[in-house]
């Protein structure tokens, strides 16, 4: 698919807030249909998600504490015909080792995030045999 880029948003998240959420919100509330999100900062006793394939299902991984949010990587596209932030994270703990997976939610200590608009035909997740909502996949 070929996108041309729209509108760059650069912002802080208030404190307490849930991340996923609230880019879920943002983007509804701005018409972000299609894009790309980046984010660093720091979340609270953060839920990650690993798809275990075998199960065709998330193993929630939950840790307890401050992280820091090493690296947001992610994009927003629709499902069910809004927007839908599909979210990984690299969250580092106080040796700095670092934890990763699919974000299932985390509280914002402090959080920036950067989402780049894409403008072009709609691109929507449609849930697939293996569990997942995907895309169709490019020929
Ligand atoms: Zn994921």
Known sequence: MRFSRGRNFLFRVPEGRELLSYINEFAEKNNVLIGTVTAIGSLRNPKIGYFDEEA????????????????????????????????HVALGDSDGMVYGGHL???????????????LGEPLERKLKENGLALWDAED
């Open 104 to 118: 299932i939610e985390g509280e914002v200590f402090v959080t920036e995030v950067f989402i780049q608009e894409l």
């Open 56 to 87: 065709g299902e998330y193993k929630i991984i939950t840790l307890t504490g401050t992280y820091e949010l090493v690296s947001l990587l992610g994009n927003i596209s629709l499902k069910d015909g809004k927007p839908f932030a599909h979210l």
